[in-house]
């Protein structure tokens, strides 16, 4: 007779029966997109933050420690503005093309390309955080500082919750414990971005506790130098000697006049034609 061996056991804190909310405090505003490239991500901002709570069965909450979050996890979808229809591939340039087109590109440099990618790239999971919040209120986060879409629209972010240590050993399979959709978000192109918006307090809280969060700086200045203004033209102070009179042949004075550049003119001549 032969028997199955199960797979290993994850190491799995002992679970009780627990209900899971999930809270998005910090939601996506905008982004610029970052086109069909590689190199040139532009993280949606702000990071998206989620914050995980639980309740035993009469709807007392629990308090959820660093060990219970050992197998958690919070995987990110891109949806469209109403949270119903799944974004997160779109086609690729080179497929969008014309009958005749597509006969020849066979043959050429793009016939082993998809004709979908991603639309949504970085990092779509995120692990568990126990952090302090602003408050210095401890609580298990899931933190989204490395998404980036490649194109312009108005989307929402799906968020979904799987805790690994409740699935089945055998077929190392589980479920979705709680899904949460994000407020509306709206990523431009290059030329239409209004900018990075300034770091959030929560962001900066996380930051100093060893989250890489990119942080703005609080002296940058979003003010351009105006062109086409001429500096203002310097005074000049220039001492003029002062007359000799009969009266004061042996001493002379020197008064102090001020004179703009505008104003010094080249010497003409006088009525003797000197």
């Not at 093309?97 to 779509?124: C, F, M, W």
């Not at 192109?189 to 506790?209: I, V």
């Not at 001492?239 to 008064?255: C, G, K, Q, V």
Request: aromatic share 8%; glycine share 4%.
């Amino acid at each position: 007779m032969t028997t199955v061996i199960p797979p290993l056991k994850l190491s799995r804190p002992s679970q009780s029966f627990k209900k899971y909310k999930l809270q998005i405090v910090q939601n996506p505003i905008r982004a610029r997109c970052c086109g069909f490239g590689e190199k040139d991500k532009r993280p949606i901002d702000p990071p998206p933050i989620l914050k995980l709570t639980a309740e035993d069965e009469s709807g007392k909450p629990l308090e959820l420690k660093a060990g219970d979050a050992v197998l958690f996890l919070v995987h990110c979808q891109l949806y469209n503005e109403n949270g119903t229809l799944d974004k997160t591939l779109v086609h690729t340039p080179w497929s969008n093309t014309s009958p005749i087109r597509k006969q020849t590109i066979r043959y050429s440099a793009h016939k082993d390309k998809p004709e979908y990618v991603r639309n949504l790239i970085g990092s779509v999971v995120s692990n568990a955080y126990h952090l302090y919040d602003e408050n210095s209120i401890p609580g298990i986060f899931f933190i989204f500082q490395d998404l980036s879409v490649r194109i312009e629209g108005t989307y929402t972010l799906k968020f979904v919750f799987i805790n690994l240590a409740e699935g089945d050993p055998l077929t190392m399979s589980t479920k979705v414990q709680v899904e949460m959709v994000s407020k509306p978000f709206t990523v431009y192109s290059a030329k239409k971005f209004p900018g990075m918006t300034e770091s959030t307090t929560l962001s900066r809280c996380f930051a100093k506790q060893g989250i890489k969060i990119p942080i703005r700086s609080e002296h940058v200045s979003m003010k351009t130098p105006q062109k086409n203004t001429a500096p203002e033209l310097p005074t000049l102070t220039l001492p003029t000697p002062a007359l000799a009179t009969p009266s004061s042949s042996t001493s002379s004075s020197t008064t102090i006049s001020k004179l703009s550049i505008k104003n010094i003119l080249l010497p003409e001549d006088n009525d003797n034609g000197i």
